[in-house]
């Protein structure tokens, strides 16, 4: 005890501790930085694979999308391709020729019995009225409606000669 009464006198005992006290603190103050780096180290590892899982999991949702609608794409393709040829092969069907000829003639000899004076030249004019009337029919909604109802689709014309309208001739 006496030792230590004697070397507690010296001013070199002193500074010894005092140094020896704020590298403990200091050590002590390092230690705990370090735990707690190392436990949100930890932390943000665990945050990262959760973070990694989901978007994982977003990919391949993303990527399951993609496929079914790029396989409803090549479908809806394969259908378009098929009712293109399909259309075409109807348009091509033999008597299909025909029988626009024969609507065409139809439709000139109904307006020809309401204007029967002049026979050849208004026959001739009815003849040109009617193609017409046909190549518009052919395409939009009187198509259609021709389709539909087939004696439906020249009952315009019918319509504007009984009324007298007399388009029909130039």
């Given at each position: 005890?006496?030792?230590?009464?004697?070397?507690?006198?010296?001013?070199?005992?002193?500074?010894?501790?005092?140094?020896?006290?704020?590298?403990?603190?200091?050590?002590?103050?390092?230690?705990?930085a370090r735990r707690n780096v190392a436990r949100d180290l930890k932390r943000v590892e665990g945050e990262l694979k959760n973070l990694q899982g989901h978007l994982n999991t977003q990919l391949k949702i993303t990527a399951s999308g993609n496929d079914s609608l790029q396989a409803e794409l090549d479908s809806l393709r394969k259908q378009n391709e098929t009712l293109r040829v399909n259309n075409a092969a109807l348009q091509q069907k033999p008597g299909r020729a025909e029988q626009r000829l024969l609507q065409i003639q139809e439709i000139a000899i109904r307006t020809m019995r309401q204007q029967a004076p002049g026979f050849a030249p208004a026959w001739e004019n009815a003849l040109r009225d009617a193609e017409a009337e046909v190549n518009a029919a052919e395409s939009g909604l009187t198509k259609l409606v021709r389709r539909v109802i087939p004696g439906l689709g020249s009952s315009a014309q019918a319509a504007r000669i009984t009324a007298g309208d007399g388009s029909d001739q130039p």
């Open positions: 005890m006496e030792l230590l009464t004697e070397a507690l006198k010296h001013p070199f005992i002193w500074g010894l501790l005092l140094g020896l006290l704020i590298t403990a603190f200091i050590w002590k103050a390092g230690f705990t």
